[in-house]
């Protein structure tokens, strides 16, 4: 997968064409090197006043993500977090978040999933993007199909769950990209 299939996988969750120009902060977590992040900023960059806060546990994944933002989005709103995403983190309320080839790395969900949904401002998106298997693999050890998805993110108070995007993968065939909301009330 090369950039354009990382854009491509969220446009339609990130793209807001009601109201481009409003300030949206968001957060990717689990970023490692950036390949999303990046994604999140080229969607982004046509509101000026667009935040991406980026969180990581890897200092040197989020070193060279800020090199490679640097040189491609330089006028990108970054703020990096050196954090374990399945702790809280003190961060602004978010309109939406990203959690790319992340959460299939933790067995339990559900705390993670209430630490996202607190985070999310009300209508707030959530985006994962994940191999469409419930089997994983010693790289990949707890993935989850995007009809599983749909179950968690119900459980977790999410509605609104559909899929995106997905496109061939040459690990575990398929990836796929899907969008939940938190409720308005």
């Known amino acids: ?10 446009r339609g969750g990130v793209a807001n064409d009601n109201a481009p120009t409003l300030p949206s902060v968001w957060a990717d977590f689990g970023s490692g090197t950036g390949a999303f992040t990046l994604a999140l900023a080229d969607l982004l960059s046509p509101a000026a006043n667009a935040i991406i806060h980026s969180i990581d546990r890897d200092a040197g994944a989020l070193n060279q993500q800020r090199r490679e933002m640097r040189a491609r989005f330089p006028t990108a709103q970054v703020t990096y977090h050196m954090d374990d995403f399945t702790r809280p983190i003190d961060l602004p ?34 985006i994962v993007v994940e191999y469409n298997t419930d089997q994983g693999n010693t ?12 179950k968690l993110a119900s459980l977790n108070g999410f509605t609104g769950t559909h899929q995106l995007s997905a496109c061939p993968s040459r690990f575990l065939s398929e990836i796929y990209s899907a969008i939940s909301r938190k409720p308005l009330s």
Do not use: E, T
């Not at 999933?113 to 959530?126: E, N």
């Open 1 to 10: 997968m090369d950039h354009h299939d990382h854009v491509n996988l969220i």
């Open 93 to 126: 309320p978010l309109d939406g978040v990203l959690m790319a080839n992340a959460l299939h790395f933790v067995k339990d969900k559900v705390p993670v999933l209430r630490l996202m949904y607190g985070y999310l401002k009300p209508g707030g998106r959530l």
């Open 139 to 150: 790289w990949v050890p707890y993935p989850f199909s995007s009809g599983m998805w749909n």
